[in-house]
């Protein structure tokens, strides 16, 4: 087998099988046409292909090499920022008191209405490229920021010009049901009905997923099921955005629409938990959020164990309640903060997020067929992305069997 790419002498490879991590040392990993040709001890890896002068090879020094991260979960353009907001709330005022104040989504939303598609993009892809710089190589974007088919469509025209521009892969969210606009603030029923009749329809070309924000001071689980109906006619793929703030029980959807991941989960109930288990959704859980909001009710990581749901962790990248850009940060805060192992959390960050994502077939894993998407670290394990909290430990990336250094975004 003639193969493009390989990586040696690696001191401890990382994947997943069902059941759970793995490690091989001593091994290697071989790359055909930016797929996974072949893994395991490198003597075994070697004896199985055929190099030619046009093969690479990169030595790994004896680091750890692991599957790339993938973010499901990311709210990346948008104008402006809420730093004020973040004062604000460390002098000791809620979330819904500030929304309430005209701060929170609309705020963000009135300047990136303002925004340029050319000064979105700019701002957006410096934020993508930290992302890449944190070994992030699959990364799901919503919209949201808009609320109006005009700027929606901007940011979602960003996303796709995001995906040319850089060099991962970019999965599409419309978020129209984010919030009800300030313009609306009266009329919730017009705004639903512009969601369904309009920007549904006309938004579809430029995203797989719909998702909705189910909670306090945003939509109600009667609207969702109004707007998944919607959706599903035109063949979106369903996310949802629950329980964050307070008990919703929009869970229970899960029963009525193929739903792809549900996303935040403070107040999830472990009924609810139970629906996800039968139905086959991916709880995506966002530590990040957690620690900046200073929650007090942190989800059931405990159950949701014993139930063997394939828990994903996201940043939730956002200007006011998640502005972070590194999932091993957000491994991190999964392992202190919900107690979650470290093999459960690069695995959250890795495949389970790919799954949340419609992607876990190629991504997030090492195995042969697999997008070769992997990070060679700086240390010996991937315990250190944990251990050494706050450091980035990625020293390469390869993306699809390129070899990209850190260096160089």
């Known amino acids: 087998m003639p193969v493009d790419l390989i990586i040696r002498n690696i001191g401890e490879l990382v994947y997943f099988k069902e059941e759970g991590l793995e490690t091989v040392g001593k091994a290697a990993v071989a790359v ?24 690479t090879f990169i030595d790994a020094h004896g680091h750890s090499v692991i599957p790339a991260f993938v973010d499901p979960h990311t709210h990346l353009i948008y104008g402006g920022c809420r730093h004020e907001e973040f004062l604000a709330r460390l002098k000791g005022k809620e979330y819904l008191e500030l929304m309430k104040e005209g ?8 300047l990136t209405r303002k925004e340029s598609i050319e000064s979105l993009k700019e701002s957006s892809l410096t934020r993508l490229q930290q992302m890449i710089a944190n070994g992030i190589l699959t990364v799901e974007i919503k919209s949201g920021y808009g609320l109006n088919l005009e700027t929606e469509k901007k940011i979602l025209q960003v996303a796709d010009t995001l995906k040319d521009s850089s060099q991962i892969d970019i999965v599409t969210t419309f978020l129209g049901a984010h919030a009800i606009p300030a313009e609306f603030a009266g009329n919730r029923r017009e705004y639903i009905n512009l969601l369904t009749e309009i920007m549904i329809p006309e938004l579809r070309e430029y995203a797989q997923f719909i998702d909705i924000f189910i909670d306090k001071g945003a939509f109600t689980v009667d609207e969702a099921r109004e707007i998944f109906r919607c959706a599903e006619k035109y063949n979106y793929d369903l996310k949802m955005h629950i329980d964050e703030l307070s008990y919703t029980g929009a869970a229970k959807l899960a029963n009525e629409f193929e739903i792809t991941s549900a996303e935040h989960l403070e107040y999830t109930s472990e009924q609810d938990l139970e629906i996800f288990k039968e139905r086959n959704v991916t709880p995506v859980l966002l530590p990040g959020t957690y620690f900046f909001l200073k929650s007090q009710k942190k989800p059931a990581v405990e159950v949701m164990r014993e139930l063997n749901l394939p828990v994903a962790l996201g940043t939730d990248h956002n200007p006011g309640t998640s502005p972070l850009y590194s999932q091993s940060l957000v491994m991190a805060l999964a392992v202190f903060l919900y107690d979650m192992g470290i093999e459960e959390a690069l695995r959250g960050a890795t495949w389970n997020a790919a799954r949340a994502l419609k992607l876990h077939h190629k991504k997030g894993n090492i195995a042969v067929g697999m997008d070769a998407d992997m990070l060679i670290l700086s240390t010996h394990s991937f315990v250190h992305l944990v251990y050494e909290i706050g450091n980035n430990q990625i020293e390469t990336l390869i993306k699809k069997g390129k070899p990209l250094s850190i260096r160089s975004i």
């Open 32 to 55: 055909s046409e930016g797929k996974i040709a072949a893994f395991g001890p490198e003597k075994t890896v070697l004896d199985s292909i055929e190099v030619s002068d046009s093969t």
């Open 103 to 110: 701060k929170g989504i609309n705020y963000t939303v009135s």
